[in-house]
């Protein structure tokens, strides 16, 4: 479990300090994350509607 908390305290870690030292790359990664997650969205959509 501490090692878990660990973990996932580190990854946050990480993040921010992505964030805070990087903010133009950080703002193009959320925004193709984004996009990706719409196209996922989409596909499911389409297969959904197909069965």
């Keep these: 479990m501490f090692l878990r908390r660990c973990a996932f305290i580190a990854c946050w870690l990480v993040l921010v ?3 805070v ?3 133009g790359q ?3 990664a959320t925004g193709a994350l984004a996009h990706a ?3 996922l969205a989409d596909a499911v959509a389409l297969i959904t ?3």
Excluded: E, I, K, S
């Design 17 to 19: 300090l992505f964030v």
């Design 21 to 23: 030292r990087h903010p």
């Design 26 to 28: 950080a703002a193009d």
């Design 37 to 39: 997650l719409a196209v």
């Design 49 to 51: 509607t197909a069965l």
